[in-house]
Each structure stands twice: as structure tokens, then as C-alpha cells.
């Protein structure tokens, strides 16, 4: 257990609906990392956090946003979605305190969006 | 062409066996090298983390990098069938953007 939890784990909507992800970081984790886990685009980065401000962008379309709150509890909200959505949405935490990459980061059993 | 380049496998070895994998990159700026295993319906797991070029050893993991060749490999001696999971490669150049391979997935015989 990476300390990482997600919610919810699975997920079933329609095309053209709003979703919303949810990720709470391991206790005293400073940085929350988005990523997308699909079969053809392998993990993709999409956004990262730090202690509530964005800190780097990926590959996350403009349908897609991301927020860190005051507690470091982060929220992916995913709009307007489309078939190509569904894939694995994993969140990540880190300490944040050495600066970024050199930091282990600590990833979330994840959230399985399905777009029907 | 993709930025880091990842044979998907699979690969099946008796156990026992030596697994080899490996990674090509085309990005010179990658300073930091990581291998995540991630098993069935999981979050990758951090293995080894390399900064540079070099050899680095964990037990029965061993991770080198060769910068010049842009080429990144793992070797897993005397694998177990609790090996058995998919490996990903990641790299980074300093930045906070993780960029990973494709995944092998690795099956480890009894």
C-alpha cells in the first residue's frame, strides 16, 4: 500500500458527461502528479501540483482540469468526454521538498474511467 | 518516433532465470532514469532510480545506465514467480515531467 488512495475505482459514464477523479496523497507529500494510462499511449504525465499551485503540464487536453486544495487533496475534473477517455487514471504523490524529479513519487492504485 | 522506446514483450523465462530489459531514449537532456514494476490492476511501484550514467545494485535488481548510447537496461538474477508484473521505464530531465516506456510484461515460470 503506496499511502496514495483514490476514489472511486472504477467509473462508467457517457460520452459528452463530466467527471470528477479524486486523489489524497501520502501524509506530509507536498506534490500530487496526474497520469493517464491507456493501451496505445502507454502512462502519459498531465499535470503536477505543489503544495496548491500548479507546477508542470503534460499531455492534458484543455477538456481536462486539475486542482490542488488547501488539505493536498487534488481533484481531476474531465469534461466533455469522449471514447478515447477511457484508461486508467492514476494519481502520484512525492515530498516535493528536494524540488521535483529527484523526489520518489508514490503512485495510487487508480481510477478506471469507462466512456460508453 | 516516441521519446523513450520500450520493447512491450512479452517475455517468459523459467524461473531462476536472468530477465534483461531495456530502454532506448532519444532525449540527450534525460539525467534521471527510474524502473517502476506494476502488477495486474495496480499503481507502478518505484524499483530503482539511477541518476546519470552507471551501474546501481538492489539485491537481485540491478539497473544500468549508458548515456552515450542512450540506452537504459534492468536485470532481474534469479527471478521468482512473484516477479512476474510489467515493467516501465521512466526518465527525466530535471523537470517534473516523468516520461515512461511503453512497459514490458514479464512472466516468470514455476
Known amino acids: 500500500d503506496s499511502g496514495v488512495t483514490q476514489t472511486p475505482k472504477h467509473l462508467i459514464t457517457a460520452t459528452g458527461q463530466r467527471v470528477t477523479l479524486r486523489c489524497s496523497p501520502r501524509?506530509?507529500?507536498?506534490?500530487v502528479y496526474w497520469y493517464q494510462q491507456s493501451l496505445d499511449q502507454g502512462l502519459q504525465f498531465l499535470i503536477q501540483?505543489?503544495?496548491?499551485?500548479?507546477?508542470a503540464k503534460g499531455n492534458i487536453l484543455e477538456r481536462f482540469s486539475a486542482q490542488q486544495f488547501p488539505d493536498l487533496h487534488s481533484e481531476l475534473n474531465l469534461s466533455s468526454l469522449e471514447l478515447g477517455d477511457s484508461a486508467l487514471y492514476f494519481c502520484?504523490?512525492?515530498?516535493?521538498?528536494?524540488?521535483?524529479?529527484?523526489?520518489?513519487?508514490?503512485f495510487g492504485p487508480g481510477t478506471r474511467l469507462t466512456v460508453l | 518516433q516516441k521519446e523513450v522506446e520500450q520493447d512491450p514483450g512479452p517475455l517468459s523465462v523459467p524461473e531462476g532465470a536472468i530477465v534483461s530489459l531495456n530502454c532506448t531514449y532519444s532525449?540527450?537532456?534525460?539525467?534521471?532514469f527510474m524502473w517502476y514494476r506494476q502488477y495486474s490492476r495496480k499503481g507502478p511501484e518505484l524499483l530503482m532510480y539511477?541518476?546519470?550514467?552507471g551501474n546501481k545494485e538492489d539485491g537481485r535488481f540491478t539497473a544500468q545506465v549508458d548515456k552515450s548510447s542512450k540506452y537504459i537496461s534492468l536485470f532481474i538474477r534469479d527471478s521468482q514467480p512473484s516477479d512476474s508484473a510489467t515493467y516501465l521505464c521512466?526518465?527525466?530531465?530535471?523537470?517534473?515531467?516523468?516520461?515512461f516506456g511503453a512497459g514490458t510484461t514479464v512472466t516468470v515460470r514455476a
Open positions: 502520484a504523490s512525492s515530498a516535493g521538498t528536494s524540488g521535483g524529479v529527484a523526489d520518489t513519487q508514490y
Open positions: 539511477t541518476y546519470s550514467s
Open positions: 501540483y505543489y503544495n496548491g499551485e500548479e507546477r
Open positions: 532525449n540527450s537532456a534525460f539525467q534521471y
Open positions: 521512466a526518465m527525466s530531465g530535471g523537470d517534473y515531467k516523468l516520461s
Open positions: 501524509s506530509g507529500d507536498l506534490s
